[in-house]
């Protein structure tokens, strides 16, 4: 089983597909980490985050199991690899490496912008987890101050309405709902009504 989850920066969808993995026993990819990884590979060398081919090469050598989640979190790798992420090359080279983790028994859970219309079409469920921009805003800056980082809710909130409008604008793979995806708006939710709101979705699909 193959579970894609889409939706705009910080909409809960990572800690959904984490705990949809858990609860179905199915591996799961956080897309936006190879993003991350090859931006901050970029940064750290000092390379411009502009040029396809070096992007390119620095992605053949990701390896996905050492993605590490506190250090590619940071907010700067973050714009990094929205500003990548319109390199149609790059995106054909990490959608070759998130495929094959998908593809692998016993299925897997993959979250990002793009998962159900272009990295895994035929998944067997398909959400699109989002929120209205100001709830996703509150949610990361109480999860910045939490980690005991700076962080002012109106900053917070133009970076991400500017990195959606990036994301949704771009020419290839844009951030869009898949027609056959389910919405899940979780505006209105914390994360345990927004998890079983999910597993209904899933278990209605296998179901039906
Ligand atoms: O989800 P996260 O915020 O970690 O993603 C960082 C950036 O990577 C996004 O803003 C987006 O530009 C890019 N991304 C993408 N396609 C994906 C996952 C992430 O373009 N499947």
Redesign the pocket.
């Known amino acids: 089983m193959i579970i894609a989850i889409d939706g705009p920066?910080a909409s809960g969808k990572?800690t959904l597909a984490r705990r949809l993995a858990a609860h179905y026993g199915l591996r799961h990819l956080?897309?936006?980490?190879t993003?991350?990884a090859v931006a901050a590979a970029l940064l750290a060398r000092g390379l411009p985050l502009g040029d396809e081919d070096v992007a390119v090469a620095t992605a053949r050598n990701l390896d996905l199991s050492r993605l590490d989640r506190d250090v590619l979190s940071a907010h700067e790798i973050?714009e990094a690899?929205?500003r990548i992420?319109v390199l149609p090359a790059l995106?054909e080279e990490l959608v070759h490496l998130q495929r094959a983790f998908a593809e692998e028994d016993p299925g897997a859970v993959l979250d990002?912008?793009?998962?159900g219309t272009v990295?895994c079409p035929g998944a067997q469920v398909k959400l699109y987890a989002t929120a209205s921009p100001e709830v996703r805003a509150r949610r990361r800056t109480q999860e910045l101050q939490s980690k005991g980082k700076d962080a002012e809710f109106a900053d917070v909130l133009s970076d991400l309405v500017r990195?959606d409008a990036?994301?949704a604008g771009r020419a290839v793979?844009p951030l869009r709902q898949a027609d056959d995806a389910h919405l899940l708006d979780t505006s209105e939710m914390d994360i345990e009504a927004a998890f079983k709101a999910a597993v209904d979705i899933v278990d209605s699909v296998r179901a039906g």
């Open positions: 920066a990572g956080d897309t936006g980490l993003f991350r973050g690899a929205s992420a995106r990002g912008r793009d998962i990295v990195r990036r994301d793979a």
